[in-house]
């Protein structure tokens, strides 16, 4: 079974920065592309960032697009997102996501495991 499990969330104030974590395991995750999702009290769930199988150049949404940083170490089988100059807006559960191939799918929200909360707050 394919099982993801986030880390790294908590309590930052604006401008401050987080590194998230997701851990996987049940399928080989070299081959897969993946996603970080996020959903904010009360909103849908909203794709941040993706990266492609054995890339290690992302895309992003534009709401984050040059504060936050998606990379993945294959050897590893871990996905992070470095998550800069934080804004109370950034407030949400972050979620990882894998896609079912290499390439990037920006539409892809499930499987996804039980998230870690990033709470931006002076």
């Known amino acids: 079974d394919v099982q993801l499990m986030e880390s790294g969330g908590g309590l930052v104030q604006p401008g401050g920065s987080l590194r998230l974590s997701c851990s996987t395991s049940?399928?080989?995750?070299?081959?897969?592309?993946m996603n970080w999702v996020r959903q904010a009290p009360g909103k849908a769930l909203e794709w941040v960032a993706s990266i492609g199988s054995g890339k290690t150049v992302g895309e992003y949404s534009d709401s984050v697009k040059g504060r936050f940083t998606i990379s993945r170490d294959d050897a590893k089988n871990m996905l992070y997102l470095q998550l800069n100059n934080l804004k109370t807006e950034d407030t949400a559960m972050y979620y990882c996501?894998?896609?079912?191939?290499?390439?990037?799918?920006?539409?892809?929200?499930?499987?996804r495991g039980q998230g870690t909360l990033v709470t931006v707050s002076s």
């Open positions: 996501t894998k896609v079912t191939g290499p390439y990037v799918d920006r539409t892809t929200l499930e499987p």
């Open positions: 049940g399928f080989y995750f070299g081959l897969y592309a």
